[in-house]
């Protein structure tokens, strides 16, 4: 069995990682009851044995391979961020000149903000990371890689500009972009579009903007 690196934050998320395939198999029913138990109950009331039950496994197999509550959150998490990331690349990469990185880049929020109205487990593990200083710069990191992509993006149709600038630029873009999924799922349906168009709009006049310095 191999034992995962803790990461530089000092999480406490680090884990087991399994090496056979009886334990990945073992490892994937705990996370399927993990994401059952958080869609219907919330990440915040989920608890360690619940899930050990739920997965039909004993809880010191469970604590094997997620220390905590938090290691199950951050897994469950970064799944979905390695396809967010996946869509990101894939929709960014294919922009030829500024009108086609405006058209994917607005695709994006649009297919961002339909996984979140679609999958309740998204957005719960998306509120038990910010329960969680640590995992909270788990997410500051994927918004700075997120960001990274675009700012490439933004890069390659603009090579004159500072790509110092055009960095900091994406990196807001993108911190911005998680914020107003957040408000928007907080609230009527109605308005929550209405906030995702605003952010669109604002977010698209960013990355069309000229700048060198």
Same mark, same amino acid.
Do not use: H
């Given at each position: 069995?191999?034992?995962?690196? $803790?990461?530089?934050?000092?999480?406490?998320?680090?884990?087991?990682?399994?090496?056979?395939? #009886?334990? #990945?198999?073992?490892?994937?029913?705990?996370?399927?009851?993990?994401?059952?138990?958080? =869609?219907?109950?919330?990440?915040?009331?989920?608890?360690?044995?619940?899930?050990?039950?739920?997965?039909?496994?004993?809880?010191?197999?469970?604590?094997? %391979? %997620?220390?905590?509550?938090?290691?199950?959150? #951050?897994?469950?998490?970064?799944?979905?961020?390695?396809?967010?990331?996946?869509? *990101?690349?894939?929709?960014?990469?294919?922009? +030829?000149?500024?009108?086609?990185?405006?058209?994917? %880049?607005?695709?994006?929020?649009?297919?961002?903000?339909?996984?979140?109205?679609?999958?309740?487990?998204?957005?719960?593990?998306?509120?038990?990371?910010?329960?969680?200083?640590?995992?909270?710069?788990?997410?500051?990191?994927?918004?700075?890689?997120?960001?990274?992509?675009?700012?490439?993006?933004?890069?390659?149709?603009?090579? =004159?500009?500072?790509?110092?600038?055009?960095?900091?630029?994406? %990196?807001? *873009?993108?911190?911005?972009?998680?914020?107003?999924?957040?408000?928007?799922?907080?609230?009527?349906?109605?308005?929550?579009? +209405?906030?995702? =168009?605003?952010?669109?709009?604002?977010? *698209?006049?960013?990355?069309?903007?000229? $700048?060198? +310095?």
């Amino acid at each position: 069995m191999n034992v995962t690196a $803790r990461d530089p934050s000092g999480s406490s998320a680090a884990r087991r990682e399994p090496s056979q395939q #009886r334990s #990945r198999e073992r490892v994937e029913r705990m996370l399927a009851a993990a994401a059952a138990l958080i =869609e219907e109950k919330g990440s915040d009331t989920m608890r360690m044995g619940e899930v050990a039950e739920r997965a039909g496994v004993s809880i010191g197999s469970l604590y094997q %391979f %997620f220390p905590d509550k938090a290691a199950i959150i #951050r897994t469950l998490a970064e799944r979905y961020n390695a396809l967010g990331r996946d869509c *990101i690349q894939t929709e960014l990469s294919a922009a +030829s000149d500024r009108a086609d990185l405006k058209d994917a %880049f607005g695709r994006l929020v649009d297919i961002y903000y339909g996984m979140f109205l679609t999958e309740p487990v998204m957005r719960d593990v998306w509120s038990g990371m910010q329960a969680d200083k640590t995992l909270r710069e788990v997410e500051l990191g994927e918004s700075r890689l997120n960001g990274a992509l675009l700012a490439d993006a933004m890069t390659r149709l603009r090579p =004159e500009a500072d790509r110092e600038v055009l960095e900091r630029s994406a %990196f807001l *873009i993108m911190s911005l972009g998680e914020a107003t999924m957040r408000l928007a799922i907080s609230v009527e349906r109605a308005e929550g579009d +209405s906030l995702v =168009e605003a952010y669109k709009r604002m977010a *698209i006049s960013e990355i069309d903007a000229e $700048r060198s +310095s």
